[in-house]
């Protein structure tokens, strides 16, 4: 061991070594454990098969998320192109992805498949360079061919290879001319010489030599191997390995949704520090909880991803291993007064509760929104509990409380799915028991891109839409101290950054909410891999139910003259509660309040009775379009929202004032139950005597057509 520097060790003959750690070897290893303690099953890496078939498959899919140096989305794209069938390609790409032989991976590709003829230098060079298909991938290369080129030893190449790398330019020069008169000396000419130079030049500083590509490539298989053939182990690994980064925590986790692995949030009675897999009474429905939006599940028990408690932001390692060891040693906590009595307060504050409560860790035992409302009471309790127990007091009837204090009392309404969303976002990461990735997976995006694996560099400075969830808002300045805005969007595989200049904010902030779905259109730009999308129009939207009106509308508006309003909105996406306006997602009719007893929690819009609906009548609405065809397509989304809050038969007929002119079309696929207050709503949004209501009688039975 030196504190030397590299420079001075080295002129005095030393061998430096680095030794690097990675983190990747940790995550094997933990998984090898896990498979080994889970399946009984003694894995070897160094025995792995290094031609399995269905880990080639994955390499060749591009789904290289959370792989030893194939993450990035260049290297994705790559690889799948390249669609490995060896170790050595592997290798290759890994050694070509860098700086310099980067401009090469297109040639290595095509030469691969027999799309681009396999070309040399020099015939002389066809050894080193035919398992590469002629090109220069690895720093050995470059030194072999200064040996073979130009009569260097290898002690003089791996000078020109520092030389190279450092770029010093007086001695590039010096070793230009060496190199050119060595080549001349062996019988090549000047200007074949001077194009070999140019050609190594950029590889030289850059390149991995083979060995160290070789083992990376070893360990990306590895990675690969274990997320194919033992995928919850494996994920469960890389979970626990990226605690200390919450966004790298929340990517693989979204990646799971894509792979259909249920991540399930924090419990108190399940859950332990680090994440674990859940093999028992995981109960996943289609769509539920935890699911991923492309799984397809029936009900019934199935093995899940469980969210560590240290996992939540603000929760400590070190204060929930008491929590779990008590929960180990007797039992389950039976309810909120049970886990006062048993926690250990020492290491419990209130941040840290809090916490707890919004990240669904007591969900088992009572509602995120009562026991915020009781946060105070629990804490008290918990504190006299502990004060009880150091004191030697017990309950005289044993197993009850020992301070004597009567049981918390939880009430109140639960927390809303986007409450939860929210902090589930802040503490997690990314929303667990309500996740609008999942809305994104059911949307029609027809027309849109809903994933990053779906653009490309040949999009580069083209108008696209993409649909997507905004998880990050961030307020900038111009120096004009103009405010713009750069988001994260979430798409239902990967996120994109959007960017969002003055102009465009202004006339859009509304929508620029974290938790909206939305579709923005815009340019797409591309620094380095990453891509970005510079917005020029967004609309919001809200999924429970698909109603495409574009189609009629826009042949109703060319047909009378007209520009077609909201013509790019198909389909138009508004807040429902189920076809027709029935909710959905509680019972008897009533929306949820998401503790699954059916319960409501705010007046429900009144619902037209059979009678009232015993004759047809349609609703007649009058809109007038304007010059900003997205505050009416956002005019339009609200008012159907609202119709559809109303539940009945009643028909809708939309009355578009355009253009000096009156286009009258029919909405066939909504429904409406018209009374007073609907009227009333609906004018506040469109104006006074906006509304009217044309009755028709029904048929006699007599007259009835059989």
Same mark, same amino acid.
């Given at each position: 061991?030196?504190?030397?520097?590299?420079?001075?060790v080295?002129?005095?003959?030393?061998l430096?070594m680095?030794?690097?750690?990675?983190t990747?070897?940790?995550?094997?290893?933990?998984?090898?454990?896990?498979?080994?303690?889970?399946r009984?099953?003694?894995?070897?890496?160094?025995?792995?098969?290094?031609?399995?078939?269905?880990t080639?498959?994955?390499?060749?899919?591009?789904?290289?998320?959370?792989l030893?140096?194939?993450e990035?989305a260049?290297?994705?794209r790559y690889?799948?192109e390249?669609?490995?069938s060896?170790?050595?390609?592997?290798?290759?790409?890994?050694?070509?992805?860098?700086?310099?032989?980067?401009?090469?991976?297109?040639?290595?590709i095509?030469?691969?498949?027999?799309r681009?003829?396999?070309?040399y230098p020099?015939?002389?060079?066809?050894?080193?360079?035919?398992?590469?298909?002629?090109?220069i991938?690895?720093?050995d290369q470059v030194?072999?061919i200064?040996?073979?080129?130009?009569?260097?030893?290898?002690g003089?190449?791996?000078?020109?290879?520092?030389?190279m790398?450092?770029?010093?330019?007086?001695?590039?020069?010096?070793?230009?001319?060496?190199?050119?008169a060595?080549?001349q000396?062996?019988?090549?000419?000047?200007?074949?010489?001077?194009?070999?130079?140019?050609?190594?030049?950029?590889?030289?500083g850059?390149?991995?030599n083979k060995?160290?590509?070789?083992?990376y490539?070893?360990?990306?298989?590895w990675?690969?191997?274990?997320?194919?053939?033992?995928?919850?182990?494996?994920?469960?690994s890389v979970?626990?390995?990226?605690?200390?980064?919450?966004?790298?925590v929340?990517?693989?986790?979204?990646?799971?949704?894509?792979?259909?692995?249920?991540?399930?949030l924090?419990?108190?009675n399940?859950?332990?520090e680090?994440?674990i897999?859940d093999?028992?009474?995981?109960?996943?429905?289609?769509?539920?909880?935890g699911?991923?939006?492309?799984?397809?599940?029936s009900?019934?028990?199935?093995?899940?991803l469980?969210?560590?408690?240290s996992?939540?932001?603000?929760?400590?390692e070190?204060?929930?291993?008491?929590?779990?060891a008590?929960r180990?040693?007797?039992?389950?906590?039976?309810s909120?007064?049970?886990?006062?009595r048993?926690?250990n307060?020492?290491?419990?504050?209130?941040?840290?509760?809090?916490?707890?409560?919004?990240?669904?860790?007591?969900?088992?035992?009572?509602?995120?929104?009562a026991?915020?409302?009781?946060?105070?009471?629990?804490?008290?309790?918990?504190?006299?509990?502990a004060?009880?127990r150091e004191?030697?007091?017990?309950?005289?009837f044993?197993?009850?409380?020992?301070?004597?204090?009567?049981?918390?009392t939880?009430?109140?309404?639960?927390?809303?799915?986007?409450?939860?969303?929210?902090?589930?976002?802040?503490?997690?990461?990314?929303?667990?028991?309500?996740?609008?990735?999942k809305e994104?997976?059911?949307l029609?995006?027809?027309?849109?891109?809903?994933?990053?694996g779906?653009?490309?560099?040949?999009?580069k400075g083209?108008?696209?839409?993409?649909?997507?969830?905004?998880?990050?808002?961030s307020?900038? =300045? %111009?120096?004009?101290?103009?405010k713009?805005?750069?988001?994260?969007? #979430?798409? $239902?595989?990967?996120s /994109? +950054?959007?960017?969002v200049?003055p102009?465009?904010l202004?006339?859009?902030?509304?929508?620029w909410?974290?938790?909206?779905?939305?579709r923005?259109?815009?340019?797409?730009?591309?620094?380095?891999?990453?891509?970005?999308l510079v917005?020029e129009?967004?609309?919001?939207?809200?999924?429970?139910q698909?109603?495409?009106l574009?189609?009629?509308?826009?042949a109703?508006?060319?047909?009378?003259?007209?520009?077609?309003?909201n013509?790019?909105?198909?389909?138009?996406?508004?807040?429902?509660g189920?076809?027709?306006?029935?909710?959905?997602?509680?019972?008897?009719?009533h929306p949820?309040?998401?503790?699954?007893?059916?319960?409501q929690?705010?007046?429900?819009?009144?619902?037209?009775?059979?009678?009232?609906?015993?004759?047809?009548?349609?609703?007649?609405?009058?809109?007038? =379009? %304007?010059?900003?065809?997205?505050?009416?397509?956002h005019l339009?989304? #609200?008012? $159907?929202?609202?119709? /559809? +809050?109303?539940q009945?038969?009643?028909?809708?007929?939309?009355?578009?004032?355009?253009?000096g002119?009156r286009?009258?079309?029919?909405?066939p696929?909504?429904?409406?139950?018209?009374c007073?207050?609907?009227?009333?709503?609906?004018?506040e949004?469109?104006g006074?005597?906006t509304?009217?209501?044309?009755?028709?009688?029904p048929?006699?039975?007599?007259?009835a057509a059989?």
């Amino acid at each position: 061991m030196t504190q030397f520097s590299m420079d001075p060790v080295a002129k005095l003959g030393l061998l430096k070594m680095d030794f690097l750690g990675l983190t990747n070897l940790t995550i094997l290893d933990r998984a090898v454990k896990l498979v080994k303690e889970r399946r009984g099953e003694a894995v070897d890496l160094n025995n792995l098969p290094l031609d399995d078939p269905e880990t080639f498959e994955l390499l060749s899919s591009g789904n290289t998320s959370d792989l030893f140096q194939l993450e990035s989305a260049g290297m994705q794209r790559y690889i799948k192109e390249l669609k490995p069938s060896n170790l050595g390609d592997i290798s290759a790409m890994i050694a070509l992805y860098r700086p310099g032989p980067m401009e090469h991976i297109d040639r290595f590709i095509n030469a691969k498949f027999g799309r681009e003829e396999i070309t040399y230098p020099h015939p002389s060079l066809k050894d080193l360079l035919d398992e590469t298909y002629g090109v220069i991938v690895y720093q050995d290369q470059v030194l072999l061919i200064l040996q073979q080129f130009a009569g260097y030893t290898l002690g003089e190449a791996d000078i020109v290879r520092k030389a190279m790398g450092k770029k010093i330019s007086s001695l590039m020069v010096q070793e230009r001319e060496k190199f050119v008169a060595g080549a001349q000396a062996k019988g090549f000419d000047q200007t074949l010489a001077v194009a070999v130079f140019d050609l190594i030049e950029p590889f030289a500083g850059y390149a991995f030599n083979k060995a160290h590509s070789v083992s990376y490539a070893l360990i990306s298989y590895w990675t690969s191997y274990f997320k194919k053939h033992y995928t919850l182990e494996y994920m469960a690994s890389v979970l626990n390995s990226r605690l200390d980064n919450p966004e790298k925590v929340a990517g693989t986790i979204n990646e799971c949704f894509r792979m259909g692995i249920p991540v399930l949030l924090p419990d108190i009675n399940r859950s332990e520090e680090l994440f674990i897999i859940d093999d028992h009474g995981v109960q996943v429905e289609d769509g539920g909880a935890g699911s991923s939006p492309n799984s397809i599940t029936s009900s019934g028990p199935s093995s899940g991803l469980r969210m560590g408690l240290s996992a939540i932001k603000s929760v400590g390692e070190g204060a929930v291993r008491p929590l779990v060891a008590e929960r180990k040693e007797n039992g389950p906590f039976d309810s909120i007064d049970d886990f006062c009595r048993r926690a250990n307060s020492k290491g419990l504050n209130r941040r840290m509760l809090e916490s707890l409560v919004k990240a669904g860790a007591f969900d088992s035992l009572a509602s995120r929104g009562a026991l915020l409302n009781a946060l105070d009471q629990v804490i008290a309790t918990a504190q006299m509990e502990a004060k009880a127990r150091e004191s030697g007091q017990t309950s005289m009837f044993g197993g009850g409380s020992a301070s004597g204090a009567p049981g918390i009392t939880l009430d109140g309404p639960d927390a809303s799915n986007n409450e939860k969303a929210s902090w589930e976002r802040e503490l997690l990461g990314v929303p667990l028991s309500y996740n609008p990735l999942k809305e994104l997976a059911a949307l029609d995006s027809t027309g849109s891109i809903s994933s990053t694996g779906e653009l490309d560099e040949e999009m580069k400075g083209q108008a696209i839409s993409v649909v997507g969830h905004l998880s990050t808002v961030s307020s900038r =300045e %111009t120096r004009e101290h103009k405010k713009f805005i750069i988001a994260t969007m #979430e798409l $239902v595989s990967g996120s /994109l +950054e959007v960017m969002v200049w003055p102009d465009v904010l202004e006339r859009t902030s509304e929508n620029w909410k974290e938790g909206n779905l939305l579709r923005v259109a815009g340019k797409l730009r591309l620094r380095g891999d990453e891509y970005s999308l510079v917005c020029e129009q967004v609309e919001s939207l809200v999924v429970n139910q698909t109603v495409s009106l574009a189609s009629n509308e826009t042949a109703v508006g060319k047909a009378n003259g007209t520009n077609g309003m909201n013509s790019d909105l198909d389909p138009l996406v508004v807040p429902v509660g189920g076809t027709n306006g029935s909710a959905q997602n509680g019972q008897n009719g009533h929306p949820s309040n998401g503790n699954g007893n059916g319960k409501q929690t705010s007046p429900a819009p009144p619902v037209a009775s059979p009678a009232v609906n015993a004759g047809s009548r349609t609703v007649s609405i009058g809109v007038t =379009e %304007t010059q900003d065809p997205l505050a009416d397509a956002h005019l339009l989304r #609200e008012v $159907v929202g609202v119709l /559809l +809050e109303y539940q009945g038969t009643d028909k809708i007929k939309l009355q578009i004032s355009t253009g000096g002119h009156r286009v009258v079309m029919d909405l066939p696929t909504v429904s409406t139950g018209y009374c007073p207050l609907l009227q009333e709503r609906l004018e506040e949004l469109l104006g006074h005597e906006t509304v009217t209501v044309q009755e028709q009688q029904p048929q006699d039975i007599d007259d009835a057509a059989f």
